[in-house]
């Protein structure tokens, strides 16, 4: 059981087609992320929100577009997206963006495949 | 330079043997250190993590680590793995950025358990 949740599970989406990443966390957590995870590839810190404010960007293209309506629900955009963006995309929280002891609690991911 | 490092990329074990999984870590201004499993299909889930005194870590799923400064390094241990443990670790710190911590993760050492 996680308190992270991810939806959907599995996407498939044509370069032109628009989509969204959904993740809902039930930890009362005030700091949520999205990471990229690619095959052979490390994981790749994309935004972090810490209380409904974006606090990082890390270099990411304007084609991903990060939404944090409040501090349980984060979303990631997706318009015009490459092949290369085929991943897994990982949603996480923490108590508390910033603390170098709080440890992440992942959801399960979004399987992307970009045709 | 990389914060935490994995050396091996894949790791054989059969059913019943011990385990360790290497993680290097270089200089930084947290000794904070996590490891985290990830099993197919599914998110990282947190194992241990060290933030300081005893230097002997008990985790979930019967793993331990040992943090040893004179080594830099923070290795992954099992007495006995079941098949079960077939997943990707990771290990991971937070690496400061500005006035901050990012969480940052090893490229991962994939387990195969053979019977």
């Known amino acids: 059981e996680t308190g992270v949740t991810q939806t959907p599970r599995h996407l498939v989406m044509g370069m032109t087609n628009k989509k969204s990443l959904k993740c809902e966390q039930h930890?009362?957590?005030?700091?949520m992320y999205w990471y990229k995870q690619s095959a052979k590839k490390p994981l790749e810190l994309m935004f972090v929100?810490?209380?409904?404010?974006?606090?990082e960007n890390n270099s990411v293209p304007s084609r991903f577009s990060p939404e944090c309506p409040n501090s349980s629900h984060l979303f990631l955009h997706l318009h015009t997206l490459q092949p290369e963006d085929s991943a897994l995309y990982l949603c996480?929280?923490?108590?508390?963006?910033?603390?170098?002891?709080?440890?992440?609690?992942f959801g399960n991911g979004t399987r992307l495949t970009v045709t | 330079a990389q914060s935490v490092t994995q050396p091996d990329i894949h790791i054989t074990v059969s059913e019943g043997a011990s385990l360790e999984l290497r993680c290097n870590y270089s200089y930084g201004a947290t000794p904070y250190l996590f490891w985290y499993v990830q099993s197919p299909g599914q998110g990282l889930q947190l194992l241990l993590k060290y933030f300081s005194g005893d230097t002997l870590v008990q985790g979930i799923k019967g793993f331990e680590a040992e943090f040893k400064r004179s080594q830099s390094s923070f290795n992954l241990r099992k007495p006995s793995v079941h098949w079960s443990d077939a997943a990707e670790y990771f290990c991971a710190r937070p690496d400061q950025s500005g006035g901050s911590y990012i969480p940052t993760f090893g490229r991962g050492t994939s387990l195969i358990v053979h019977p």
């Open positions: 930890l009362g957590h005030n700091a």
């Open positions: 929100y810490s209380l409904e404010e974006r606090v």
């Open positions: 996480a929280s923490s108590q508390d963006f910033g603390d170098s002891g709080s440890p992440l609690h």
